[in-house]
């Protein structure tokens, strides 16, 4: 009779326990995607570029201002940024972006800026970079005579290399 006591209980015991390990699962599908991403940012605008200085019979001396970065993050390859104005500067005046390349990238060195977009840094691949230098020089001859306080807006894009 104990016997059968202890083996009742048992039964009972795996009866309960069975049912309250017994577990039930359920599935989810998870979509996932990185999309493309280039972004870049400078740090804000350089000071005023004036010329006022020449020494006796040469041009005058350009102004040159290294105050200003960029923060460049692009998950893509072979990309590049091109530095643009938004207008022509004045005549027989030049003013020139020197940008140093993230550490994927080559600087196309000391560029003159124009109204069409060219290119500063080649060969970029996959960066999450920040404070890289920009650098600008403003230059103009003595045939550009007495220029007034003016304002360029200069982009820089990042697009697909070629």
């Not at 080649?122 to 403003?138: C, D, K, L």
């Amino acid at each position: 009779m104990k016997k059968l006591v202890v083996l009742t209980t048992a039964m009972l015991l795996l009866g309960v326990c069975g049912t309250a390990f017994a577990a039930t699962s359920a599935n989810q599908t998870v979509t996932y995607q990185v999309s493309s991403i280039n972004a870049i940012s400078v740090s804000g605008n350089p000071g005023p570029l004036v010329i006022s200085t020449a020494s006796a019979g040469y041009q005058p001396a350009a102004a040159s201002d290294a105050s200003t970065s960029y923060a460049i993050t692009t998950n893509g390859s072979d990309k590049r940024i091109t530095g643009m104005l938004n207008s022509a500067m004045p005549d027989n005046t030049a003013l020139k972006a020197t940008v140093t390349a993230p550490s994927t990238g080559t600087s196309a060195g000391q560029v003159t800026l124009t109204a069409s977009a060219l290119n500063l840094v080649t060969g970029i691949a996959a960066v999450a970079q920040s404070g890289i230098a920009i650098s600008y020089e403003f230059s103009a001859t003595v045939a550009s005579g007495v220029i007034s306080s003016a304002q360029k807006t200069v982009t820089l894009t990042i697009a697909d290399g070629f």
